[in-house]
């Protein structure tokens, strides 16, 4: 199988028509956040607050732009230790429709890392803590020059949403989580302008896609990532990116092919966009040898969800090809056609 490295991230930035009407929740704009937000993280990774102007990394962030002085900051220690991941945590606030924030993440000029070099997650917790969703983001990317006050360049910071209404007039907070996925390159992500998103503002998610990721096997058998449950509420055409935790490169289309993926854990990230905005969702595997025949699927969704996440085994010896879906790897007779529905169970 032939791998195309390098691809490009998400294209298109995200514009929040309604900032101006949305409800900044506390500390949200970062400017006098000291006490509303738990700055905490893993194995040396850690997170806090930085200032417009100063040197905050190894390399020049001198010339990024925030909306005001002061943003959030979420990162990996130096090293990148593996398990390492700094931790941002909102005080509770009343959920309305949904969130949005802004993230600008930092890779370096001339290296040849991913094209999204960090996990970035963020949370919707319970006021206890429990956890309600979870979503793998890809943000936009600035690349910087090695070392401070050499070469100062702007990054433009994208907007994303993230969908609370099952939990609207419940205390929530907001969590973000990031660690690198470059070994030796603690790299950060900026988080700015956190504001919910009320009645008045359901413009914003009227259009929105909703992402669903899942595992299912195509006609003639093959493990596939599976998005056939994620809609469109005007039926817009969408198109489909994943990113497989540990992998450098990007995987398209509705059903991609995952066949080449050894025995092991797994957790992929499915982005779906109309042109305008975009969803998120993930999915966790396990892939188990062929004789084990399966792979157990957790993502912590509901249970109709869950049902259309088939139970798959890595059982294909052949040609590897990018596209799994039951058009381009039909079955072996007319008899796998009911294959096509993804919650039925093979």
Known sequence: MKRRAGFGVMLGLLVFASANAATPILGGDFENAATAWTFSGRAGGFSGIVTQGQCFSSNDT????????????????????????????????SAGIGVAFKALTETVDGRRYPDMPVDFTVRVLADDGAPLSVSSL?????????????????GAFRTHYIDTRRFTGRQIRIQFEQSSRVVGAGLFTLVDEVVRLDAEDSQVLTDRPRAVAGVSRSGSGR???????STDPADVPLEYFWNVEGESFRREGAFPCIDDLAPGAYQAALVVSNGLYLDTDTVRFVVRPAAEAEVEVDDGVTE?????????ALTFDGDVSLDCSDSADPGADDETEEEEDPDSTA
């Open 223 to 229: 493990l596939r990532l599976d998005s056939s449950l």
């Open 138 to 154: 890809t943000t936009s990317v600035v690349a910087l020059a090695p070392d401070c006050y050499t070469y100062p360049v702007n």
């Open 62 to 93: 001198t010339g990024i732009v925030f909306e005001g002085v002061r943003a959030g900051i979420v990162r990996t220690d130096r090293a990148a230790t593996p398990g390492a991941a700094g931790i941002m945590t909102s005080a509770p606030f």
């Open 304 to 312: 109709e969800e869950l049902d259309a996440q088939e139970k798959a």
